[in-house]
T-cell receptor, first 113, second 117 residues
């Protein structure tokens, strides 16, 4: 079955700097890759996603890139702010909809002010 | 903004007891899911539910687990005889908005923390 690896496990950046989190997946059939942000005591919140027919997607300070050949995708956060501090999870899914998400282990992002 | 809701937020039970975790998915969504997250570990898929039946389940989802959509709004997860290792945060999610035409995005509830003593 699908396996998703995520790095780093913790990331500490200075406010205003950029943060990059990387994930690799094992199943070449995966075609949907969401990123979730989880704050303490809350459920995962979808922040951005990408489908396998595009290589990059951007939403304000957040961008995601996908390399299907290498089977890896990355989350880029620019101009980080203290409120970006949270746990970030990548995930992969095989079917267009209705399919389970396979999650990475998560990255604890700390933005120091 | 519509959201997934879950009750209770925290459930404490004795080993061997039955628990029912409740969820209200987003209206108009077609797929419903349960995931769990053991403290410090990955979020793991348990089961997906569509058209009043299970569409997929993981190895974790054994005979002790069951799901039900008892009415048009609630979605429940039942654990018949809880074990210590069932202690985890349980998340409900829903997806596939038939009216808005969004299918992939899964929206998660705030979770129920289950503690088995």
């Amino acid at each position: 079955g699908e396996n998703v690896e995520q790095h780093p496990s913790t990331l500490s950046v200075q406010e205003g700097d950029s943060a990059v989190i990387k994930c690799t997946y094992s199943d070449s059939a995966s075609n949907y890759f969401p990123w979730y942000k989880q704050e303490l005591g809350k459920g995962p919140q979808l922040i951005i996603d990408i489908r396998s027919n595009v290589g990059e997607k951007k939403d304000q300070r957040i961008a995601v890139t996908l390399n299907k050949t290498a089977k890896h995708f990355s989350l880029h956060i620019t101009e980080t702010q203290p409120e970006d501090s949270a746990v970030y999870f990548c995930a992969a899914s095989i079917r267009e909809y209705g399919n389970k998400l396979v999650f990475g282990a998560g990255t604890i992002l700390r933005v120091k002010s | 903004e519509p959201e997934v809701t879950q009750t209770p937020s925290h459930q404490v039970t004795q080993m061997g007891q039955e628990v029912i975790l409740r969820c209200v998915p987003i209206s108009n969504h077609l797929y419903f899911y349960w995931y769990r997250q053991i403290l410090g570990q990955k979020v793991e898929f348990l089961v997906s539910f569509y058209n009043n039946e299970i569409s997929e389940k993981s190895e974790i989802f054994d005979d002790q687990f069951s799901v039900e959509r008892p009415d048009g709004s609630n979605f429940t997860l039942k654990i018949r005889s809880t074990k210590l290792e069932d202690s985890a945060m349980y998340f409900c999610a829903s997806s596939a908005d038939s009216l808005r035409g969004t299918y992939n995005e899964q929206f998660f509830g705030p979770g129920t923390r289950l503690t088995v003593l």
